[in-house]
C-alpha cells in the first residue's frame, strides 16, 4: 500500500525567512504532485513532477524529486503572508492503469508579519 | 469558466437518507474520479472513471455508495442510507490523458460539503 508522509504538519514562519516542506513516500511512483488548498476552498494545483532530478519553481515556490529516496521537497523563499495555506503532495503508483493519487495529511503554513 | 463545477455545494441531511452529487468536469477531459476529504486530512480516492467506464474503485466505496458517468461527460455521486460517518467534503476531478508524455495533472473542483445530522 503506498503511504505518503508530510512533515511538518505545521508550520508558522515569519515573512522573509526560508523553510523546506519534505514530501516521502513508499513504493516507486510515476508522479508526484504539489497542491495548495485554501481554508474553506478546493485544490489548486502548483507542481508536477515526473523524473528523478526534476525541480520546478514559480515565484517564490521550488520543488524538487529524489525518485531514489522517494523523497520530494517544496522549498520557500522569503515567505510572504500570500502563501499562507494548508500544502499536500500527492503520488500516483508506477505502472500502467492505476491514476488514483495518495495524497499526504498536509502542511498548514502560516506566514506571519 | 471552463474549471471543474460541483453542485450543490453544501448538503445537509438526516442520517438514512440518500444523497446525490452531480460533477461536470473540464470539457476536453476524458478521465474523472472523486474524493473524499474530512477535517486536517488530505483528499482519499473513491473512485476513478475513463470515459464512461468505471475502472478503479477503493475499499472506501462500500455498497451504499454508487457513482456513474453515462455518456462520458458528467458525474454522479449518489450515497444511500447516508450516516454521521458519511459527513465529510466530497472533491470532484478531471484530467486529460490522450498524448505520451502528458502529466496528467487533477483539477479539482470546489467540492460539494455534505453534513448528516
Redesign the interface.
Known amino acids: 500500500e503506498l503511504k505518503v508522509e508530510q512533515n511538518p504538519l505545521f508550520l508558522s514562519m515569519q515573512e522573509g525567512k526560508n523553510y523546506t516542506i519534505y514530501c516521502n513516500y513508499s513504493t516507486t511512483s510515476d508522479r508526484l504532485y504539489w497542491y495548495r488548498q485554501d481554508p474553506g476552498k478546493s485544490l489548486e494545483s502548483l507542481f508536477v513532477l515526473l523524473s528523478n532530478g526534476a525541480v520546478k519553481q514559480e515565484g517564490r515556490l521550488m520543488a524538487s524529486l529524489d525518485t531514489k529516496a522517494r523523497l520530494s521537497t517544496l522549498h520557500i523563499t522569503a515567505a510572504v503572508h500570500d502563501l499562507s495555506a494548508t500544502y499536500f503532495c500527492a503520488v500516483t503508483p508506477s505502472g500502467a492503469g492505476s491514476y488514483q493519487l495518495t495524497f499526504g495529511k498536509g502542511t498548514k503554513l502560516s506566514v506571519i508579519p | 469558466d471552463t474549471g471543474v463545477s460541483q453542485n450543490p455545494r453544501h448538503k445537509i441531511t438526516k442520517r438514512g437518507q440518500n444523497v446525490t452529487f452531480r460533477c461536470d468536469p473540464i470539457s476536453e477531459h476524458n478521465?474523472l474520479?472523486w474524493?473524499r476529504q474530512t477535517l486536517?486530512?488530505?483528499?482519499?480516492?473513491l473512485t476513478?472513471f475513463q470515459n464512461e467506464a468505471q475502472?478503479?474503485k477503493?475499499r472506501l466505496l462500500s455498497d451504499r455508495f454508487s457513482a456513474e458517468r453515462p455518456k462520458g461527460s458528467f458525474s454522479t455521486l449518489e450515497i444511500q442510507r447516508t450516516e454521521q460517518g458519511d459527513s465529510a467534503m466530497y472533491?470532484c476531478a478531471s484530467?486529460f490523458?490522450g498524448t505520451s508524455g502528458s502529466?496528467?495533472?487533477?483539477?479539482?473542483?470546489?467540492?460539494t460539503r455534505l453534513t448528516v445530522l
Open positions: 478521465r474520479y474524493y486536517g486530512q488530505g483528499p482519499e480516492f476513478y475502472l478503479e477503493s472533491l484530467s490523458s502529466t496528467d495533472t487533477q483539477y479539482f473542483g470546489p467540492g
